[in-house]
């Protein structure tokens, strides 16, 4: 089953508009992050915050973590057409020898100028 | 993508054929992970190598076979694929001590089975 469940799939904004997008997961985390993927090509890293943190700003971008819902949103403000991508959330699964993140199935955001 | 490289960019290959898919990354990390990404489907972690070790193999077909020489250098060796291993594959890497630090992905290498 998936760790990380983001919300909505897919939204379509006007330009200057602020765009959210919310992820759920399901056990507990040590951090959870977010990336960005424009089309075909790779994830890039915007923000990570910690389990013990419950907002995180970075530019424009501002992140919420409840772990009480297990829960996380992000919030892009002014968006602008070159936001237009692919975002998703990831958590953490540690083990003895190393880690790995599970990521969500993403939320298409489409910025129309 | 900064940091991390993939070659070739885009690939066909048919369903005979033997072909590796190679990354490197040049960030000094512990930890290089193989993805694939499908159209209409989330993230699928194929490996995970921790400070040249596998330590995650998430019961991926054995036409798909991992390499991790040190610890800059991941490839993935792929014979007798099938159509539908068809995808984009990404490498990335990252730091592991006590939690896991950002990952870092390469541009991925575009894969189509003929």
Redesign the interface.
Known sequence: S?QGEEDPQALSIQEGENATMNCSYKTSI??L?W?RQNS??????LI?I?SNEREKHSGRLRVTLDTSKKSSSLLITASRAADTASY?C?T?V??N??????????TELSVKP | ETGVTQTPRHLVMGMTNKKSLKCEQHLGHNAMYWYKQSAKKPLELMFVYSLEERVENNSVPSRFSPECPNSSHLFLHLHTLQPEDSALYLCASSQTQGFIYEQYFGPGTRLTVT
Do not use: E, M, P
Request: glycine share 22%.
């Open positions: 998936q040590n951090n992050q990336y075909g090509r790779g994830l890039v890293h990570l910690r998703f990831a953490d540690l083990y020898q190393g880690g790995k993140l599970i990521f969500g199935q993403g």
